[in-house]
């Protein structure tokens, strides 16, 4: 656990690591968004609408993805007070909180056409716009409590994160719990099952693969950034020490 | 003996959890009914809907069912579920994703005589995804299973 503690050691397989999912996320994605576009055929019922669905599944796991991972963070501030986790939670809180705003607006676009309406209070929709306010009290708590002092290691926000994550059940569950407007999920990984067309769905394994790796890929450049920025606020406080 | 502070937050942590997940079923069990987005037509026929609340009801538009009554701008459907059936009153311009044998969710309230008085329609979409050609194939397949025997 305590392996990647060290900043130096973890920057020397983030910095490779950042365009090994960079650029293949990039690929993978474009890959996945034209072939999604132009080259899989228009549902029989909703016509060329549903194409939105390339981008609203993957934007919908990351954002439940991202919440994961801020808890996954929160264990490790809580439990071994590793020194990075909690700035891993602060990487990955703005990423996530945008993937669930583009879920939100791609999903509210897409069901203006198919329901005729452009928002309701169902479960699922409701509990991923809870998700996204949660990732705005997430980074307004993580940024008031660094500015507070580093003797708290960000353990106030880990906690945040881990009682956040109750959401993420909810949100995946909404659907089969209660009657929504939101239909059922389309594929089980587990059970191997897919009600989408073949045809239809290999732009979605390749919009999934390549987002998930540009996810990544951000949140590793902002872990970077972030330990540049402290690095060089030691080194500005050490130079003004040195010259009194 | 005591054990590391390591474990001892580990097991804080995981107690934490557990209480938590527990508070989170209760509440969940708490609002079970009242967390759903529409009521079906076998609620309103075991007769747990009361007459002119506010609410919404959903379920599949019956086959050969929708019919304009009137004015040309009203509609009349029934929406079925597995066991039971409603009709619906509807003044509007239907959704184009509005068919029969697909999901539709109304908003307005039952009637007295039964019947269910929308201002609203949605459609509702299903978890399934194809091209026109096969879901025409599929289609030609059931019509053909419907006529065999």
Not at chain 1, 27 to 53: C, E, K, M, T
Not at chain 1, 144 to 168: H, T, W
Not at chain 1, 174 to 194: A, F, K, Y
Request: net charge positive.
């Amino acid at each position: 656990m305590h392996r990647f503690a060290n900043p130096a050691r973890f920057l020397r397989i983030a910095r490779p690591a950042t365009g090994w999912t960079l650029w293949p996320g990039l690929v993978l994605s474009l890959a996945g968004f034209i072939g999604g576009l132009f080259f899989v055929p228009a549902d029989y019922l909703q016509g060329d609408s549903f194409r939105i669905l390339y981008l609203h599944a993957p934007a919908a796991w990351l954002g439940m993805a991202g919440w994961s991972g801020l808890a996954i963070a929160g264990i490790a501030t809580l439990v071994w007070r590793h020194p990075l986790a909690a700035l891993a939670g602060r990487a990955v809180a703005p990423v996530g909180a945008l993937f669930a705003a583009i879920c939100l607006a791609s999903g509210s676009i897409w069901g203006r056409p198919t329901w005729g309406t452009w928002w309701e209070w169902d479960g699922r929709l409701t509990s991923m716009l809870v998700l996204f306010f949660l990732y705005l009290a997430y980074i307004a708590l993580a940024d008031a409590e660094r500015a507070r002092g580093p003797d708290s290691e960000g353990r106030i926000a880990a906690i945040f994160g881990l009682v956040g994550a109750v959401n993420l059940p909810i949100i995946h569950y909404s659907v089969i719990w209660w009657n929504t407007l939101h239909q059922g999920r389309s594929i089980s990984i587990v059970e191997g099952r897919s009600s989408i067309d073949p045809s239809m769905l290999w732009p979605l394994g390749l919009t999934f693969v390549g987002l998930t790796l540009l996810f990544v890929a951000i949140t590793l450049m902002r872990m970077r950034a972030d330990i540049a920025r402290i690095k060089l606020a030691m080194r500005l406080q050490r130079r003004a020490e040195a010259a009194r | 003996m005591t054990a590391a502070p390591k474990t001892q937050r580990l097991l804080l942590v995981i107690l934490a959890i557990a209480a938590l997940a527990g508070a989170a079923l209760l509440a969940l069990w708490g609002l079970q009914g009242r967390a759903a987005y529409f009521v079906t037509p076998s609620e309103i026929a075991a007769g747990r809907v009361e007459p002119g609340v506010p609410l919404r009801l959903g379920g599949m538009v019956s086959a050969g069912s929708i019919a304009p009554v009137g004015d040309g701008n009203s509609f009349r459907f029934r929406l079925e579920d597995e066991t039971a059936t409603t009709t619906v009153r509807y003044r509007g311009i239907l959704p184009d994703l509005f068919v029969e044998g697909s999901g539709a969710v109304a908003e307005g309230r039952l009637l007295a005589n039964g019947e269910f008085a929308a201002d609203r329609i949605l459609a509702k979409h299903d978890e399934n995804y194809m091209p026109p050609e096969l879901a025409e194939r599929a289609e030609r397949a059931t019509a053909e299973t419907v006529a065999a025997p």
